[in-house]
Each structure stands twice: as C-alpha cells, then as structure tokens.
C-alpha cells in the first residue's frame, strides 16, 4: 500500500489549505484514515482520525477548525483546514490502516509528509 499525500503549502493566518492522501496498491480494505502533525524537536501528535464505521477524533488544538473526511471508493482522505494558526505550522503525515487480502491483519502505512506553513 502506497499513499500519496499532497496539498500543503504556505499560507496566511486565518487561511485554509486542504490535505489530501491517496491510498494505491493491493487494498482489501481500509480501517482508520489518520493525519499528524511534526514540528521540529517535537514528537508527532495526532490531528485527526476517521474511523472506517463513520465517527471522527481531533486534537483539542483543531477542534471546530479542521474536518477530516473520507472517499472510500477513491480510497482518499481528505483533512480541510480553516482558520489556521501559526502554531498549526509543520509536516503533516497521513497514515491508513490498512488490509492487504482478506487474511492479513491491518497494517499501519505512512505517506511521505507535507508541509504547512502558517504565518502571521
């Protein structure tokens, strides 16, 4: 499984960006859809999860500001960034559990990281 991350970029406080993360390869299926944020000498921190039955989690830093979501039949997730912040400067990694065939066991995979910027 492959995933291909890309939307970040620099913006302006207040603006918004849109994060994308494309799954590709031998799929079965896919579970939890995950976005984190990594800023240097920090560990990376969960932003937001969607769940594969439908509820949604985000850090207590990005509620009401940021909305995840998800296409399963493109096998896409999608975090939507409004109001940011410069605290919400870093690399944003996607990461998706996923099932390679119907007996395996989920496996955690890690898109390549992109960054925002956020200045003030």
């Known amino acids: 499984v492959q995933l291909q991350a890309s939307g970040g970029g620099l913006v302006q406080a207040g603006g918004s960006l849109r994060l994308s993360c494309a799954a590709s390869g031998i799929i079965f299926s896919l579970s939890d859809m995950n976005w984190y944020r990594q800023v240097p000498g920090n560990e990376r921190e969960l932003v937001a999860r969607?769940?594969?039955?439908?509820?949604?989690n985000y850090a207590d830093s990005v509620k009401g500001r940021f909305t995840i979501s998800r296409d399963n039949a493109k096998e896409t997730n999608y975090l939507q960034m409004n109001s940011l912040k410069p605290e919400d400067t870093g690399v944003y990694y996607c990461?998706?559990?996923?099932?390679?065939?119907?007996?395996?066991?989920?496996?955690?995979?890690w898109g390549q990281g992109t960054q925002v910027t956020v200045s003030s």
């Open positions: 969607s769940v594969s039955g439908g509820s949604t």
């Open positions: 990461a998706v559990d996923a099932r390679s065939f119907r007996w395996s066991g989920p496996r955690r995979y």
